[in-house]
Every structure is written in C-alpha cells, then in structure tokens.
C-alpha cells in the first residue's frame, strides 16, 4: 500500500485524456514549451545588459590609479 503500479498510472492518464483531450494537452505542452523558450531568452538578455553595464578593461585597470591636483581655497567677497 502507498505505492502506485504502473497500472494506476495508466489509468490516471486515460482519465486525464478523456477530461482534457489530446488536443488540449498538446496545446498545453506547447503553451509550457514557448513558456521556457521566453524565459531562457529573458535570462540571456539580462546577462547581455549585465555585460554591457561592465566597464572595459581599459577603464578597470586605470581605476586604481590617482591623479594629484592642488585645490584653491575660496575666497568670499
């Protein structure tokens, strides 16, 4: 007990097909299947605009360098 045969599992599927119909199960797993094709296609392009918002090497390696420069105390009138 608590464990379902393949037998049960045939007939959960016939019942599901005369409930649904094959035709509306096929429309489902392509529903699902365009579903995960978006999906994946939206990740890629979060990963483009993550690689686009990276700076260019050139840009990192002058990063940690400074640039010395005299600051002038202002005077008010």
Known sequence: MGSFSIWHWL???????????TK???NIGTDLGK???GFKDG?????????AA???P???A???TTIDVE??????S
Not at 44 to 51: H, I, N, S, V
Not at 71 to 76: D, I, M, W
Request: no cysteine; aromatic share 2%; net charge positive.
């Open 58 to 60: 050139a840009q990192v």
């Open 35 to 37: 579903a995960v094709k």
């Open 24 to 26: 509306k199960l096929g």
């Open 43 to 51: 990740m890629k392009g979060e990963e483009e605009k993550d690689q």
């Open 11 to 21: 007939i959960v599927l016939v019942i599901v097909m005369l409930v649904f119909g």
């Open 71 to 76: 600051a002038k105390e202002k005077t008010h």
């Open 62 to 64: 002058n990063k940690g």
């Open 54 to 56: 990276a700076p260019a």
